[in-house]
């Protein structure tokens, strides 16, 4: 396909509609690597320290998921979506969307939403990672917006699993307020 001018999106579009191959296999697929060697490109561009290497295994499991595997936390699917040389919203389906946590699925679908072009501006092929434009480097900033507001989610969601105290939430419930307040009705230098 791609000697017939063909793209990558192209084919792995192909792979999941006649093979029903879920995106990030097709992707994986459409570029010709083994789980092995899209895990060695992973590290190449995201793991310069060594600290800690994306494994064959590990891509195996994001592939597999959410019918067994591991879900795939969103910078992933970003650092994913680098590898690939895609968008990050082309690795998930509707299946994927179904299996996610409520705010991760909010995240995914705003990111969705924000990246459908104006029909004769743009086709998707422009909005893949590493393209340079105007467009996407709009799209970037929000992005980064989307994603930071997912990881301050997981964060609470971890919080709620620490057991932490109704009176410790309590009080940083009652911080937050005072200090919302406070921005708001103060000064903005003190004397």
């Known amino acids: 396909m791609l000697a017939d001018g063909r793209t990558r999106r192209d084919i792995a579009e192909e792979m999941m509609r006649r093979w029903g191959y879920r995106p990030r296999i097709a992707w994986r697929y459409a570029h010709g690597w083994s789980q092995d060697a899209a895990a060695d490109r992973y590290n190449r561009l995201h793991d310069e320290e060594g600290r800690a290497p994306m ?61 459908s072009p104006d029909p004769g501006v743009q086709n998707e092929e422009n909005l893949a990672y590493g393209q340079s434009g105007e467009y996407e480097d709009d799209i970037s900033g929000r992005e980064v917006v989307i994603m930071v507001a997912h990881e301050g989610s997981e964060h609470a969601e971890q919080a709620e699993r620490r057991d932490i105290g109704e009176a410790t939430l ?15 009705t103060g000064s903005p230098f003190r004397s």
């Open 55 to 115: 494994s064959g295994t590990r891509i195996g499991a994001y592939e597999r998921w959410p019918h067994g595997g591991e879900r795939p936390r969103l910078e992933y699917l970003r650092a994913l979506a680098e590898v690939f040389e895609t968008d990050l919203t082309l690795l998930v389906d509707e299946d994927d969307l179904s299996h996610l946590p409520k705010p991760q699925r909010l995240t995914l679908l705003e990111l969705i939403k924000s990246r």
């Open 170 to 184: 309590e009080q940083l419930r009652a911080d937050v307020i005072r200090l919302s307040h406070e921005y708001l």
